[in-house]
């Protein structure tokens, strides 16, 4: 399956204010991360299939080993 390249920006979010958002797919195995830039556009989304360490922009000092989230 693959992630999603384009499409994943959504304005209502942005029009919000809404700083940072993840889309997660636990059949395809990826996580895709949004960040609010400083123009109130979504800075390029950084993905991550199957493994990688996720750190938040807005949760101080949170951070998610994606691995654990396809773990049995």
């Not at 942005?14 to 991360?33: A, F, M, N, T």
């Not at 556009?41 to 299939?49: C, L, Q, S």
Request: glycine share 12%; net charge negative; proline share 6%.
């Amino acid at each position: 399956m693959g992630c999603p390249r384009s499409g994943g920006r959504n304005p209502l979010y942005e029009r919000s204010g809404v700083k940072e958002y993840w889309v997660i797919d636990p059949v395809g195995h990826w996580l895709q991360q949004y960040v609010l830039a400083a123009d109130g556009k979504y800075a390029p989304e950084v993905t991550f299939e199957n493994t990688g360490t996720v750190t938040s922009a807005v949760l101080d000092g949170f951070s998610l080993d994606v691995a654990e989230l396809w773990r049995e």
